[in-house]
């Protein structure tokens, strides 16, 4: 690890203009405070950065994960080897043109939510409550029942693992439930999203409404990573999470929310091995009890143990 670190921050240093951190515990930077170090961790400052970067991880070989705001992960105690590019500072730009919200990829979804309202501009409502960066959100079609990030995404610019720079249409991301697809290695850059107009107070009314429901049916209070597996068709996982008789099972520091059965909480100092204990053991019981196969929906990402 320290040979591949040094080769890598020697290459970095002075090519990159961006914020180079070492060892930087990913705990620091999940919505679940857990996970151990990246090997080497970078903010980019610009589109020239990311270039630079991903010319670096095609050279080298070097295994790279791209963070946003690490609000759908679960990073193991290990840590990560390679390079982790963080976007949750890069791409900040936001402007409204007509019906259309061009939004950088590191925005965060409350702030393109909050600006879609304050303008008149509906379609978004269904990240109401949804955490994280727009670039994120796009990679995992975040949304709620009320609609999902890509359903009004007019196109995205990419820089793909080329380093070459490209536009792709919605129908391209061939979106689905939780899921698009995106070129291997890809960044993305900036997103244009094009809404329809509504009354503001109509908009802040759908917003409240659903924020409150969340408050009340959610764990919003604790640490976690959102829902934890994909709702199976025709079904919803915190319901087959509640007939398994899970809710409230704890291990270690972790628990499976008693509020919502889709949710794993961090109670306080839990490691990456007690919440994949919890995921597994509720993968094994529901699928006895219920015979239905959970599938994640958070990202898992690291090693087990430091290597
Ligand atoms: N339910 C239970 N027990 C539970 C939890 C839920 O019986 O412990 C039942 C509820 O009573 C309801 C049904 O399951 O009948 C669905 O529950 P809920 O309305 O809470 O929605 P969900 O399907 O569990 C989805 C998204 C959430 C999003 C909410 C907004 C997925 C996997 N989850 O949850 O997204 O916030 O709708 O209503 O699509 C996320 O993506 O991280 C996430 C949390």
């Given at each position: 690890m320290?040979a591949?670190?040094?080769?890598?921050?020697?290459?970095?240093?002075?090519v990159?203009?961006?914020?180079?951190?070492?060892?930087?515990?990913l705990?620091?930077h999940?919505?679940?405070?857990i996970?151990?170090?990246a090997e080497?961790m970078?903010y980019?400052?610009?589109?020239?950065?990311v270039k630079?970067?991903?010319?670096v991880v095609?050279?080298?070989?070097?295994p790279?994960?791209?963070?946003g705001?690490?609000s759908?992960?679960?990073?193991l105690d290990g840590?990560v080897?390679g390079?982790v590019?963080?976007l949750?500072?890069?791409?900040?730009?936001l402007?409204?043109?007509g019906?259309q919200?061009r939004?950088?990829?590191g925005?965060?979804t409350?702030?393109l939510?909050a600006l879609?309202?304050?303008?008149?501009?509906?379609?978004?409502e269904?990240?109401?409550g949804?955490p994280?960066?727009?670039?994120g959100?796009?990679?995992?079609?975040a949304?709620t029942p009320?609609?999902?990030i890509?359903?009004?995404l007019?196109?995205?610019r990419?820089?793909d693992?080329?380093g070459e720079?490209?536009?792709l249409?919605?129908?391209?991301?061939?979106p689905?439930?939780?899921?698009?697809?995106?070129?291997?290695?890809?960044?993305?850059?900036e997103?244009?999203?094009t809404?329809?107009?509504?009354?503001?107070?109509e908009?802040r009314?759908?917003i409240?409404?659903l924020?409150?429901?969340?408050?009340?049916t959610?764990?919003?209070?604790?640490r976690s990573?959102?829902?934890?597996?994909?709702?199976?068709?025709?079904?919803f996982?915190?319901?087959?999470?509640?007939?398994?008789?899970?809710k409230?099972?704890?291990?270690?520091?972790a628990?499976?929310?008693?509020?919502h059965?889709?949710?794993?909480v961090n109670?306080?100092?839990?490691t990456?091995?007690?919440?994949?204990?919890?995921?597994e053991?509720?993968?094994?019981?529901?699928m006895a009890?219920?015979?239905?196969?959970?599938?994640?929906?958070?990202?898992?990402?690291g090693?087990?143990i430091a290597s």
């Amino acid at each position: 690890m320290v040979a591949t670190q040094l080769k890598l921050q020697e290459r970095l240093q002075g090519v990159v203009k961006g914020t180079i951190l070492n060892e930087e515990p990913l705990s620091l930077h999940t919505y679940f405070r857990i996970g151990g170090p990246a090997e080497v961790m970078v903010y980019p400052a610009d589109l020239e950065d990311v270039k630079v970067l991903l010319k670096v991880v095609r050279d080298d070989t070097i295994p790279l994960l791209i963070l946003g705001s690490g609000s759908n992960m679960l990073a193991l105690d290990g840590g990560v080897r390679g390079l982790v590019i963080n976007l949750s500072r890069t791409f900040l730009d936001l402007h409204v043109i007509g019906e259309q919200i061009r939004c950088g990829a590191g925005i965060r979804t409350s702030r393109l939510l909050a600006l879609s309202a304050m303008n008149g501009l509906t379609g978004l409502e269904g990240l109401a409550g949804v955490p994280g960066t727009v670039g994120g959100a796009i990679k995992g079609n975040a949304g709620t029942p009320l609609g999902a990030i890509i359903d009004h995404l007019d196109w995205i610019r990419i820089v793909d693992g080329l380093g070459e720079e490209r536009y792709l249409t919605r129908e391209e991301l061939n979106p689905g439930y939780r899921h698009c697809t995106l070129p291997m290695g890809s960044v993305i850059i900036e997103t244009c999203f094009t809404l329809r107009r509504a009354r503001v107070v109509e908009i802040r009314g759908m917003i409240s409404t659903l924020l409150a429901r969340r408050n009340l049916t959610q764990p919003v209070e604790g640490r976690s990573a959102g829902c934890i597996f994909k709702n199976p068709p025709g079904d919803f996982a915190g319901r087959l999470m509640e007939c398994a008789g899970l809710k409230g099972i704890r291990h270690g520091n972790a628990q499976i929310s008693e509020k919502h059965g889709n949710f794993v909480v961090n109670l306080g100092g839990s490691t990456a091995a007690e919440v994949l204990w919890l995921i597994e053991r509720a993968r094994i019981e529901v699928m006895a009890k219920t015979g239905v196969a959970l599938e994640l929906e958070i990202q898992i990402v690291g090693s087990p143990i430091a290597s």
